[in-house]
């Protein structure tokens, strides 16, 4: 593992960024992209930097089951207003929520990724140490799967609802296998509240009660952290 330690978010953004250019100007084709809060500050850098990802091709993590893409609260919303009304893709997929066939979703998301083998993932990390929406307990060979949220990551992404009650329980997301099959992997921690799963992820043993802990086994993963989410190491 890369350790790459910043002050702040700002600072962990930049660094990011640093690592987009460095590897769409090597040649990566796919990027697997992430949501949430995280990687937010580096969507605005990538949205506004000389970067063209015209004839590239994005994979994202992960959808909430139930949404299509026209819902406010839908990750492919989120990656629009945060991104690809900025930066258009050469093509961009995100998992069907909306699906009737969950099963032929599943199937449909594996072979994309098959075909378009991923050059750089990018992901955050959950409080309980959860990358894509994989919790604490999903199999280390594990790909794309239907997920029951645990009530910590709901009550963690309440704060983009309403309310809690309208926070998705269930959403589609990568696999473990799926992820760690990428050539190389970025996570973005900052924040104190993300300081155990980081300790977790990088000290701790490798389990899959820390879903991130997988990526000490990866032979290119890099983990930017501020001084707040490295504060327990």
Do not use: W
Request: hydrophobic letters at 40%; a negative charge; glycine letters at 6%.
């Amino acid at each position: 593992m890369n350790i790459i330690r910043v002050k702040d978010v700002e600072q962990s953004a930049e660094k990011a960024l640093e690592i987009y250019q460095n590897a769409v100007q090597h040649g990566a084709k796919v990027l697997g992209l992430a949501t949430g809060s995280t990687p937010i500050p580096l969507y605005q850098k990538l949205a506004t930097s000389q970067i063209n990802f015209s004839e590239l091709v994005s994979i994202n993590l992960d959808e909430y089951l139930g949404l299509d893409g026209e819902d406010e609260q839908s990750y492919r919303y989120f990656m629009t207003k945060h991104l690809f009304q900025y930066k258009p893709f050469k093509h961009s997929y995100v998992p069907d929520g909306k699906s009737e066939d969950h099963e032929a979703a599943i199937k449909a998301y594996d072979r994309i990724i098959a075909e378009h083998p991923i050059d750089l993932q990018l992901l955050g990390i959950g409080r309980n140490g959860h990358i894509g929406f994989n919790e604490p307990g999903t199999s280390f060979d594990s790909t794309t799967h239907i997920v029951n949220l645990t009530q910590s990551t709901v009550a963690a992404n309440a704060r983009f609802f309403e309310k809690e009650s309208d926070v998705p329980t269930q959403a589609i997301s990568m696999g473990i296998a799926s992820v760690m099959s990428a050539k190389k992997i970025l996570l973005i921690a900052t924040g104190e509240s993300k300081a155990e799963a980081v300790a977790a992820t990088i000290n701790g043993p490798i389990t899959e009660d820390v879903p991130a802990s997988i990526l000490q086994k990866h032979s290119d993963v890099t983990i930017i952290i501020d001084e707040a989410a490295a504060s327990k190491l």
